[in-house]
């Protein structure tokens, strides 16, 4: 596992509070780890604060699942 | 002419359930013994480091294992929910949380769930959280500010996470009277439950605000004291001719009130019956009491009449007494309104022991009121060494007295000029 998939699951286990088990590539942040809207609002935050990117508030509606935020981190990171 | 509520009164309201989070700790039993025990929880401020500002004391709650009676916020608030709440949720949430455990009330269906209702309320709310949020903004961080920020800085959040931790979907509703919003909020859930708006009501207050700006802001207003840096337990002295100011606590008071007959259905154990509520307005300055406390006067002689006693019918009372120029005043409408039964009468401050708790100073000391009917206890002032006033009342100096408590009144009052006075009695 990347660098970044690590860091992104490592934020989503603290901000969430939900077992690192449950925290695989496919689940969903609502639907799966009991994120309402205002957490994945900051989730978000917290993904642009640790990995220096700018995350805009259409790109941010499209992360719905921990495999997104990697993929769209990894993309930005690698541009 | 207001109405006649005694029509109301065949909706009796008791309390079935005490939370109590206070400097002298967590849990009724824990605070109420060491009350008693004549103990002092006002420290030098442990929480930040004060020495920038005049008052340096203040009543905050200790930390340690809940089992000691101290405060660990996990037992009560789960970790990833903590951030989305300021520290006057995260009190109130334990002593609410303690207040219906203790009561053993769990509506079992959706008829009892929206018969049950949320009045909790705060003098100030979020203080720290708005403070660390301006900071964020003022760095031009504005984009960064927490969703969270705005619930968590919100008074009647409290209210709102105790609905929704037990799905109580009655009235959900919050008191905002600075220092009476205790006993606003006691008093105002109580008329809902005679006036049938709720069977069960959770009421009560929660404050926070020993932080750099409370403590400034209070300081600025010259309301707190700051002669006692150097010895703490000793800078709250209601009535004393050496008080210079109040000394600020925080912590949380929350009862569950009950209709008579609900309770009784369901064999819950009743701590004392809610008979009278009493309030009024001064009209006449921010911070100051009139003259002579006549509001103070009104909202007392309007509790009374409203629980069908006279003044002689009361054995105690717990002052508002904030350890301030007006504890004279208080004194003064107390000792004109109970003319002849003021010789009879114990009267004390117990803002002696954990400071002024704000929003949450009148639930926790209506509590008291009812501990010490009780008990048959009334607890001490404090540090009431060389009183400014002489006075026939028994202001319970130093130590706690055993007494036959039947009837208890508690007065609190706020900026704004805002009164109000509530009355128990056992059941």
Same mark, same amino acid.
């Given at each position: 596992?990347?660098?970044?998939?690590?860091?992104?699951?490592?934020?989503?286990?603290?901000?969430?509070?939900?077992?690192?088990?449950?925290?695989?590539?496919?689940?969903?942040?609502?639907?799966?780890?009991?994120?309402?809207?205002?957490?994945?609002?900051?989730?978000?935050?917290?993904?642009?604060?640790?990995?220096?990117?700018?995350?805009?508030?259409?790109?941010?509606?499209?992360?719905?699942?921990?495999?997104?935020?990697?993929?769209?981190?990894?993309?930005?990171?690698?541009? | 002419?207001?109405?006649?509520?005694?029509?109301?009164?065949?909706?009796?309201?008791?309390?079935?359930?005490?939370?109590?989070?206070?400097?002298? +700790?967590?849990?009724?039993?824990?605070?109420?013994?060491?009350?008693?025990?004549?103990?002092?929880?006002?420290?030098?401020?442990?929480?930040?480091?004060?020495?920038?500002?005049?008052?340096?004391?203040?009543?905050?709650?200790?930390? +340690?294992?809940?089992?000691?009676?101290?405060?660990?916020?996990?037992?009560?608030?789960?970790?990833?929910?903590?951030?989305? =709440?300021?520290?006057?949720?995260?009190?109130?949430?334990?002593?609410?949380? =303690?207040?219906?455990?203790?009561?053993?009330?769990?509506?079992?269906?959706?008829?009892?769930?929206?018969?049950?209702?949320?009045?909790?309320?705060?003098?100030?709310? +979020?203080?720290?959280?708005?403070?660390?949020? $301006?900071?964020?903004?003022?760095?031009?961080?504005?984009?960064?500010?927490?969703?969270?920020?705005?619930?968590?800085?919100?008074?009647?959040?409290?209210?709102?996470?105790?609905?929704?931790?037990?799905?109580?979907?009655?009235?959900?509703?919050?008191?905002?009277?600075?220092?009476?919003?205790?006993?606003?909020?006691?008093?105002?859930?109580?008329?809902?439950?005679?006036?049938?708006?709720?069977?069960?009501?959770?009421?009560?207050?929660?404050?926070?605000?020993?932080?750099?700006?409370?403590?400034?802001?209070? $300081?600025?207003?010259?309301?707190?004291?700051?002669?006692?840096?150097?010895?703490?337990?000793?800078?709250?002295?209601?009535?004393?001719?050496?008080?210079?100011?109040?000394?600020?606590?925080?912590?949380?008071?929350?009862?569950?009130?009950?209709?008579?007959?609900?309770?009784?259905?369901?064999?819950?154990?009743?701590?004392?019956?809610?008979?009278?509520?009493?309030?009024?307005?001064?009209?006449?300055?921010?911070?100051?009491?009139?003259?002579?406390?006549?509001?103070?006067?009104?909202?007392? $002689?309007?509790?009374?009449?409203?629980?069908?006693?006279?003044?002689?019918?009361?054995?105690?009372?717990?002052?508002?007494?904030?350890?301030?120029?007006?504890?004279?005043?208080?004194?003064?409408?107390?000792?004109?309104?109970?003319?002849?039964?003021?010789?009879?009468?114990?009267?004390?401050?117990?803002?002696?022991?954990?400071?002024?708790?704000?929003?949450?100073?009148? $639930?926790?000391?209506?509590?008291?009121? =009812?501990?010490?009917?009780?008990? +048959?206890?009334?607890?001490?002032?404090?540090?009431?060494?060389?009183?400014?006033?002489?006075?026939?009342?028994?202001?319970?100096?130093?130590?706690?007295?055993?007494?036959?408590?039947?009837?208890?009144?508690?007065?609190?009052?706020?900026?704004?000029?805002?009164?109000?006075?509530?009355?128990?009695?056992?059941?």
């Amino acid at each position: 596992m990347s660098e970044i998939a690590d860091k992104v699951k490592k934020i989503v286990v603290e901000h969430l509070g939900v077992d690192e088990s449950k925290v695989t590539p496919d689940a969903s942040f609502i639907d799966d780890l009991g994120a309402d809207s205002l957490d994945t609002v900051e989730l978000v935050m917290a993904f642009e604060e640790a990995f220096s990117v700018e995350i805009p508030e259409d790109a941010a509606e499209k992360i719905t699942t921990v495999k997104d935020a990697i993929d769209y981190i990894e993309k930005q990171k690698s541009a | 002419m207001m109405a006649d509520i005694s029509a109301m009164k065949e909706r009796r309201v008791v309390v079935t359930g005490m939370g109590l989070v206070t400097p002298l +700790g967590v849990g009724v039993e824990p605070t109420w013994q060491r009350l008693l025990a004549g103990e002092s929880g006002i420290r030098r401020i442990a929480s930040f480091d004060p020495s920038d500002l005049p008052a340096q004391v203040a009543g905050e709650v200790p930390e +340690g294992p809940t089992a000691e009676g101290k405060f660990t916020l996990s037992d009560w608030v789960a970790p990833k929910d903590q951030k989305k =709440m300021d520290r006057f949720i995260h009190l109130g949430m334990a002593a609410a949380i =303690m207040a219906i455990e203790d009561s053993g009330w769990k509506p079992e269906d959706e008829e009892g769930r929206c018969a049950t209702g949320v009045m909790i309320g705060s003098g100030i709310g +979020g203080l720290q959280t708005i403070y660390d949020a $301006s900071l964020t903004v003022a760095s031009g961080k504005a984009r960064r500010l927490s969703p969270f920020f705005i619930p968590s800085a919100l008074i009647n959040l409290v209210s709102g996470h105790v609905s929704i931790r037990y799905g109580f979907k009655g009235p959900n509703h919050s008191a905002v009277t600075a220092c009476a919003t205790g006993v606003h909020a006691i008093g105002d859930a109580t008329r809902l439950i005679m006036l049938g708006d709720a069977d069960v009501m959770v009421a009560g207050g929660a404050e926070a605000a020993v932080c750099p700006l409370g403590i400034a802001g209070f $300081s600025a207003a010259r309301a707190l004291s700051t002669a006692f840096n150097d010895t703490p337990e000793k800078a709250s002295r209601p009535w004393d001719r050496d008080r210079d100011g109040f000394v600020m606590g925080e912590g949380s008071g929350i009862v569950v009130l009950e209709e008579y007959e609900h309770a009784k259905r369901r064999g819950a154990k009743i701590y004392g019956e809610i008979i009278g509520y009493g309030l009024s307005g001064d009209a006449h300055h921010i911070t100051a009491p009139a003259e002579g406390h006549e509001g103070a006067f009104r909202a007392m $002689s309007k509790a009374i009449a409203s629980a069908g006693l006279t003044p002689a019918d009361i054995d105690y009372v717990n002052a508002h007494g904030t350890s301030t120029m007006a504890d004279d005043l208080e004194l003064d409408a107390v000792q004109r309104l109970f003319g002849d039964h003021a010789s009879k009468l114990a009267m004390s401050s117990t803002k002696s022991a954990i400071g002024h708790l704000l929003g949450a100073a009148g $639930s926790v000391e209506a509590m008291f009121c =009812m501990l010490a009917i009780r008990d +048959g206890v009334v607890p001490p002032t404090l540090n009431l060494d060389n009183p400014a006033t002489e006075s026939p009342i028994d202001r319970v100096a130093h130590e706690a007295q055993r007494r036959d408590v039947k009837v208890a009144l508690s007065n609190s009052f706020g900026f704004g000029g805002t009164n109000a006075s509530i009355v128990v009695r056992g059941v």
